[in-house]
């Protein structure tokens, strides 16, 4: 089975930065996408970067200029990096890929189990 495994969140000040991590593991041919997605208290689940197999990306306007997302494939990995950290950015970031296990089966969904990034000073 496939398993995502998150990590890299933690308390920073405005202005600092944080890197998370996404390994995924397990039985996986080929990763179509991988994303991140964040919920902050009161608000709804939100995407916030996305990657996809060929290179594209795509980010949430409320990040554009300041958070990249990243993949290394050999590793089947996927990287947020977070610079100029607003207290609006305290969220759940969670992780999310599309995940094809064999040649030829259908892509499925999976989620990490989320990490709290907290900006605050």
């Known amino acids: 089975q496939v398993q995502l495994v998150e990590s890299g969140g933690g308390l920073v000040q405005p202005g600092g930065s944080l890197r998370l991590s996404c390994a995924a593991s397990?039985?996986?041919?080929?990763?179509?996408?991988m994303a991140w997605y964040r919920q902050a208290p009161g608000k709804q689940r939100e995407l916030v970067a996305a990657?996809?197999?060929?290179?594209?990306?795509n980010y949430a306007d409320s990040v554009k200029g300041r958070f990249t997302i990243s993949r290394d494939s050999a590793k089947n990995t996927a990287y947020l990096q977070m610079n100029s950290l607003r207290p609006e950015d305290t969220a759940v970031y969670s992780c999310?890929?599309?995940?094809?296990?064999?040649?030829?089966?259908?892509?499925?969904?999976?989620w990490g189990q989320g990490t709290q990034v907290t900006v605050s000073s």
């Open positions: 990657i996809i197999k060929g290179g594209s990306t």
């Open positions: 999310n890929a599309d995940i094809q296990p064999y040649s030829g089966n259908f892509y499925n969904r999976y």
């Open positions: 397990g039985t996986i041919f080929s990763i179509n996408a």
